[in-house]
C-alpha cells in the first residue's frame, strides 16, 4: 500500500484535493418499461492521487456511478444531486461541457477490450484520437508497456492479446493526462496472470502521472489489491467507505462482513460448506423502504426496515451505513449459519471404479476459412485423466489451455481425434454451463425443460418428478411455471443443476458454472453441487479459471496449459505447495486482501503455435535450454511415491526415482 | 496471393454457374412443346424446308452433341444465331445491354441515395424521417409494374413533367462509345442529351428503387443503431469525441457490412424488376428483346439473356465480398 495523501497535502499544489464528488445522487432509468432506481443517494467523494476501490455486487449500482461521472449515462435516465469532475457537475452540463470535460480530465477503461476497441480502426489511430498526435500515441503505448508498439500502431484490435488491448484502452484512458480514470472492471475478462500485470500497471501510472483512479469492482481481493480506499456499495447506496485496510479487514458493515466471509480465497475452510449469504440482490426494480441489506442481514432489527441508515463515521475516516452499534455487528456472526455439514470424503482414486477416464486425447481444429488456409489449432495435446467414482476434479486453466474443450470432449460433444475416452457405466454425463440464461431455452417453462429429460414417465409422475428435483436444488415448486428470462442468475444456474440432476448422471461435468455469479451466488452454488454430488454420488469434473473455486469443489485438482496437463494433486497440495512453476505463478497471481503478487511475464502463447517442448518455457524463470528441446516430451512424473501428485517439469529435482507415467507423442 | 486465389475462386463459381444454367435452359429448350423450326417458318412450310432447316440449325444431331457444340460455341463468345432475328445472339446483347445496364445502374444508385438517405434521417431522429419513411414504405409495398404505371398516369399524362416511353426523344442522339445516353451525351458535348436522356431514366429507375431502397435502408439502419449503442463507441464518447465524429468515423465502417451485402441480393432482384420495368416504359434493353423471344421460343435469345445475368450476378456478389474485407479487417478475402 502506498502512502495515503491527505487532503491538506495537496490542497497547497493547484489548488484541489477532491477529483471528482457523488452529491445525494439518484439515477433512476426505465427499461422494459419499469424504472430501474439505480442509485438511491449516493454521496461519496474522489480525493487526488488516490485509487478509490468502488466494490459491489451485479446491480449495485457501482457502474452506474462510473457512468454518471463520465457524463455517459444515456438521455433516458432521470437524475437528481450532482456528479462533479473537477467542480463541474456532469448531471447538469452541456453536452459540449461533458465532452471537454471528458477531453480535459477524464479516461475511462472499460471491462471488455475486445469489445470496447473499435474492430474497424488500428490501434494507433483510436489512440491518436485521445491522445492528439500519432507521435504522443506512440509514446503512450510505450509507457504503458506495449512492446514494439511501432509496428503494433498498424495492427487492428483483434490481431493483439487480451493483455496487449486492455493495455492500448488504458493508453487512451491516460492521454493529456486526465485527472481521474474511470476504469470498470478492467481486469475481469482477462486472464489471473495477466489481471495482475494490468493492475500494476495502473498503480504505477498512478503513480507517475498522479490522476485518482476510480477502480470499479465485483472482486475484493482486487481492490485490496489496489486500492487506497474502497467504497462498497449495495442496492444503490454507499454501505461502508474507509481505509482498503479498514473496510476489508475490519469491516464495520453487516454486508461487507458478509461478503468477505463468502469470499473464496485460498485460505477458506474445504472441508466445510461455504458460508454464503442467505437471499438474493434486492431487484432495483422495486426498492424498499429502510436498509436495503435488512433482508439479509442476522442483526436487522424492526428499525432497520423502516429507516434509511446514512453512513456514519464509526472509526476516523471509517464509514459506514448501519443502524446497529460498530460492537454489535463486528460481534454477531452475521452470516446465517448454512448448514455445515462436512464433506464427502475424498474417494480413492481406483482405477478400476474410474467413472471417466481419458487417455492420450488430442483434440485439434481447423481455424481460418477458405482452402488451404486452415490452420491447425492444438486445443488438446495428448491428455490423460481418471475421474474416480463419486471424486471431483478441477480443471484449471487459462484461456487457449483447452480446459473447456476437454470438457467437451468428455461430455461427447466433440469427438477426440485420437486416444480414448471411457464413461463407466454408460449413461451420459450431464453438463451445467456458465451462462445460466443463454443455456435454458427461452421460451420454454422451467418444467417443460426439466420434464425433457423424464419424457417416457406418465404425466402425474413427471410432475413430481420435476417438483423433487427441483426442492433438491432449493427451489420452490412455483418455479416450475416461470421461465428462464423471469429468474435470476442464481435461480437459473439451480435450474440448470436441476436439469442436470433430474435423472442422476454417473458424472457432471461443470463449466465455469459460477463465474458469472455474484460472489455471495457463488458460494451458495458451490455448496449446492458438492451437495448433489454426495446425495447422489455423482463424480464432478469441474472446469474454473479461478484457483481458489478449484480448491473448494474438487479433491483433485488439474492445472492445464496449451492442452496439456502440467500438474495435477491434491486440491489442498496444489494450492498450498505448487510444484510446477506455472502452477506457481498462477497461485501467487490470485489476489487477495494482504498479499503481493509474483508477477509471471508476457501471455499464454497461442494454441495455434505452441513452443516445443515444455510449452511453458518462454514464460518460465527458471528455464533452460533443454526446456525447449524439441525431442523432449511432456512427461508427467510421480512427485511421491503415491498415484496422486504429478508434475511435468525436468527441473523440479524429485526426491524418488521418476517414474514416466506416459509421454505425449512429439508434435501430437 | 490471396487476391490471386479470390480471383481463381470467383472465375470458377462462375463457370459452374454458367454451365449450370447453360444446361439448364438447353434441357428447357428440349423438353419444350414449342418448335423452333415451326416458329421460324411457320406453319406453310414444306417437309423438305422443314427438314433443311433443322439440319441447317443442327437440331438433328444427337442431344449430347448439340450441347458440346452450344458450349464450345460459348467458350468463343457465341451463343448462336437468334431465331427470330436471324443475328447472333452476342450482337443482338451487344445493342440491348447498355440501355438496360444504364437503368439498372440508375437504379441502384437512387436504391442507394434513398437508402442511406432514409437509414441516417431515422438513426439520427431527424425531423420528418417518419413521413419519409412512409412514403418510402408505400412505395415499395406496390408492385413495380403499377408503380410505372401511376408514375405515367401522374407525372406524364397528368403534369407532363417527364416522359413515357423509351431512352430519348432526341432523333439523333449520339451514339457510341459508352452507348450509355447519360455519358455519350457528355462525351459529345451535348448536355441536351444527357438531360433528356436522364428524364427518360428518372421514372423507371425509381420505380425498380424503391424495394431494394426500403430492403437496404432498413438493414443499414439496424445495423447503424447497433453499432451506435456498442462498447466502442461509449469508449469514444468517454474519449470525448463528439457524436459526429462518432459517427462519420467509428460507426459507419463498422454498419456497411450488412448493408452492402443486403446490396448485392437486391441487385438480383432489381434484374427482375427491369425486365418488367422496360415492358411498362418501352424501354429498348434486354427485358424487351426478352420478351420478344419467349413466346417464339427463340432458345439461344432466351439462354444468352439468361447467361449474361447469371455472371453479372457473380460478379456483383464477388464486389460485396470485396468491398466486405474493405470494410472490416477482420475478414479476409
Redesign the interface.
Known sequence: MSAQLAPEDVLTDEGYAVVATAEDLHVTFRRNGKAIHALRGISLEIRRGEILGLVGESGSGKSVLGLTL?G?HGAGATISGRATVRGRDMVSAT?AER??V??AH???V?Q?PM???????RVGRQVA??AGSDEEALRLLRLVGVPEAESRMSA?P?ELSGGLRQRV?IA?AV?GNPDLV?ADEPTTALDVTVQAQVLRLLRTLRDELGCSVLMITHDLGVAAQIADRVAVMYAGRLAELGESDAVLRSSAHPYTLGLMRSRLTLGVDRTRALPALPGEVPSPAAPQPGCAFSPRCSVAGPDCAETSPEPVEVEPGHHSACLRPLAVVRSTDTVSPVALTARAEPAGIDQDTAALSLRSVVKTFGVGK????KRTLHALRGVSLQVAQGESVALVGESGSGKSTLLRVAAGLETADSGEVELSGGSRPQMVFQDSGASLTPWMTVEQILGERVRDLGRAARAAKVREALSLVGLPAEVGAARATQLSGGQRQRVCLARATIVPPPVLLCDEPTSALDVSLAASVINLIARLRRELGMSVLFVTHDLSVARVVADRIAVMYLGQIVEIGASDRVTSAPLHPYTRSLVSAVPDVGLTPVILPGEPASPLNPPSGCAFHPRCADATESCQDTELGLRLQRVANDDVDRVACINIDLSHVPTPVYITPKGA | MTQVRFVGQRFAAMVIIVLALAAAVFALQKMSPLDPVHARLGGQASQGAIAAERHALGLDRPIVTQFGHYLAGLVHGDLGDSYRTRRPVTTDLLAYVPATAELAATGLIIALVLAIAFAFASTLRVRGAGLFRLGLMLGASVPTFLLGVFGILLFYQHFGWLPASGRTSIGNAPTGPTHLLTLDGLLHGRPDVTWDALKHLLMPATAIALGPAVAIGRVLRSSLEGELSSDYVRTARAKGRSERQILLGHVVRNAVGAAVSMTGLQVGLMFAGVLVVEQVFGWPGLGLYIAESIPVADFPAIAGVTLLLGSAYVVINAAVDVIQAAADPRIRV
Open positions: 463520465l455517459l453536452d465532452r471537454a471528458r477531453v477524464l479516461g475511462a472499460f471488455d469489445t470496447s476497441l473499435n474492430p474497424t480502426m484520437e485521445a487492428f483483434h484502452m487512451m492521454a474511470i477458405g482452402f488451404g488456409r
